[in-house]
């Protein structure tokens, strides 16, 4: 047995500077592990006899269901070369040749079978989704049409080439953009109109003594800054 010293005076062994395992709570870990393995087969199990489909439960925790945010560009492979384990090429489980799932773990030969597979409910529940696709609104259906028709009007304006057709398209944002500055400025007098008008009406009611918000503030400020007026001080 090896009597050398530690850095803290405490006799050192060997193997003392290995990790140490809690057993027991390992085998708490294996003995849980073990239990939802078995409630697994015996799920699958049932849903074999009764000729369906087996599915992950829900625990609450899913989501709905969106649409995919990104696209994959299958042809970016033709022609190139992967790397896989030895034993790879058996069944679909883990990862092999072809287009591998993550989430499923799984590995499929062509890209139609992964399309189909991404759509699956298999799939959506390792994903964390529930299969259902929330119910749009009508006024989420006009903002999406709306994005869609920017977005095609955007994309004609790029494909323009000629200097004729980029003046035509330049002179009609011109005046969409003439239209909008007379449509606010139609606005801002309108709007000045009627609170002026407001105004009115409660001097009409009230008497000239009523102080309207903002009609006196220059005059208040003169008197604040001692100046009665800038008349002229000349004898008449």
């Not at 992964?114 to 609104?137: D, P």
């Not at 903002?143 to 004609?156: D, G, P, S, T, V």
């Not at 007098?189 to 009611?205: C, D, G």
Request: proline share 1%; aromatic share 6%; glycine share 8%.
């Amino acid at each position: 047995m090896s009597t050398s010293k530690s850095a803290y005076g405490q006799a050192a062994g060997d193997t003392d500077f290995r990790k140490k395992y809690d057993l027991d709570e390992y085998a708490a870990k294996a003995k849980e592990r073990e239990a939802k393995e078995r409630e697994e087969r015996k799920a699958r199990w049932e849903a074999k006899m009764a000729g369906k489909k087996y599915h992950k439960p829900l625990d609450g925790s899913e989501t709905l269901t969106t649409a995919r945010s990104t696209t994959h560009d299958f042809s970016k492979l033709v022609g190139t070369s992967t790397l896989v384990p030895a034993g790879a090429g058996v069944g679909r489980k883990g990862r092999g040749a072809g287009f591998y799932c993550e989430a499923c773990d799984l590995t499929f030969k062509d890209n139609h079978q992964w399309v189909e597979h991404a759509n699956s409910m298999q799939h959506q529940r390792a994903i964390g989704a529930t299969g259902e696709v929330k119910r749009a609104t009508a006024e989420e259906v006009h903002a999406r049409i709306e994005a869609l028709w920017e977005r095609e009007q955007q994309r004609k304006k790029e494909q323009i080439v000629s200097l004729k057709e980029r003046l035509e398209v330049r002179k009609e944002e011109e005046e969409k953009e003439r239209e909008e500055r007379r449509r606010k400025r139609k606005e801002a007098e309108e709007r000045r109109r009627l609170e002026k008008e407001a105004a009115l009406k409660i001097k009409t009611e009230y008497g000239e003594d009523v102080r309207i918000e903002g009609e006196h503030d220059e005059d208040d400020m003169m008197a604040a800054l001692g100046f009665t007026g800038f008349g002229s001080t000349a004898k008449k």
